[in-house]
């Protein structure tokens, strides 16, 4: 619950910049509600400054949202009980009503989950440097003292960064092509066919699934599609229906109560599944924002 009015003329400098705010910090940590935290707690920063010493009101924001941004990101580094090499980045769920993700505009403060995917692999500081200059640009001078570095050291963390997202994002298909391909995948689960879904799978496809007692990998194509036949005919989703998650083309399955039942992601690469994504956890489907039953 935000404790900003909006009849105080720092209050409305803050809001003016809030959507910017938050999506620096989504894309430092992947998660809404640490984002939202962030932002909450650069307002209450704010609040306690003398704003006539401050003269740029969106860089200083910036720079402290920067800096708690960093803080929690060395947190989680520095908790060895977690494990973020699989964790999946905060997913967020729209209707697919047939446009190119890019021409929605509600998904204007998410990422591809591919972006979110890699930026999850880089350290603290490369993300930092990464996510300020190269999606907000924010100069390497500003990005330096956030860091407590040089302007050179600060560049040199943005370049070493941009190479592993370079070499790790896969190029984007375009919406339809997408949608194709995640059809025909469904279809050939649901029917059961093997060779189906083999042909659409890439060889090293990474299937993740989030359940109640933690994350499950699985690597390849035989295996994922092993496991999609087996569910076949389960009948325990009798309901479900196309969606966008993170601008990437998803299905959200439910159960005959109505209860969700799974939402899935999809990576689309030259043709074939790269990576699949899937929530299966009540608690964390219960906690998102889902579309109705179709």
Known sequence: MSDISPAD??????????????????????????????????WLRLSRQDTATIHNVAGW?????GRISL???????????ASYDDRLPELVVTLDVGRAPDDDVAL????GLALLVVLESLGPSERLAF????LFAVSFDEIGKILGRSTAAAKMLASRARRKVQAAEPPAATGREQR???????AAARDGDFEGLLRVLHPEVKLTTDLPHGVVVVLGATEVAAGARSRAGAGAAARGRAVLVNGLPGFVAWREDGAPLSVMAFTVVDGRITGIAIVADPAKLAAMDLPEPA
């Open 108 to 111: 204007a403060d998410s990422v």
């Open 180 to 186: 194709e391909v995640v059809q025909a995948f469904l």
């Open 71 to 81: 803080d929690v990101l060395r947190s989680r580094q520095a908790r060895p009980e």
């Open 9 to 42: 003329p720092v209050a409305e400098a803050f809001e003016a910049q809030r959507d910017r705010l938050r999506a620096v910090a989504y894309r430092m940590l992947g998660s809404h509600a640490d984002a939202e935290d962030v932002v909450q707690e650069a």
């Open 131 to 134: 996510v300020l200059h190269d």
């Open 61 to 65: 924001l910036t720079t402290v949202v």
